[in-house]
């Protein structure tokens, strides 16, 4: 799981990425179902590849100077905004609708968006820092 710090990573926590989001939060409260990206500019969160491009490459303002995300920082991310603060701004309601996601749900979004947002396929990609080590030994 995320964050978890397997065994063998010298309890380092692993890498959030997008799919960890869609598959935990997003769809236990069913994002996609009132966000699958119909009209011009809503979000699509149907797919990672949608729901990324909406969320993330999509570096239009939101809402307050932000865009939905900002790799790195999530408080200048109204992602963030709109699923963790009661009143994220610009007329929005906290989401999902009714039904607050909880705190630890929060922080995996929270984690992501510091983590760089990233994909899963962006992750493996990345070399991983405990061969090069295990290959100076």
Do not use: Q
Not at 18 to 25: A, F, H, I, N
Not at 98 to 121: C, F, N, Q
């Amino acid at each position: 799981t995320p964050g978890d710090g397997g065994a063998g990573d010298g309890g380092a926590p692993a890498v959030v990425t997008l799919e960890d989001v869609l598959d935990g939060p997003f769809a236990s409260y069913g994002c996609e179902g009132c966000h699958p990206g119909a009209g011009g500019e809503a979000i699509d969160l149907t797919s990672a590849d949608m729901a990324y491009a909406t969320l993330v490459t999509n570096k239009k303002v939101v809402c307050n100077g932000k865009p939905y995300v900002t790799p790195g920082d999530p408080t200048k991310s109204f992602l963030y905004d709109v699923l963790a603060k009661e009143d994220p701004g610009c007329n929005k309601d906290r989401m999902p609708l009714g039904s607050p996601m909880s705190d630890t749900e929060i922080k995996l979004v929270e984690d992501w968006i510091k983590g760089g947002a990233k994909r899963a396929s962006d992750v493996k990609s990345l070399p991983s820092l405990s061969t090069g080590l295990d290959a100076g030994v």
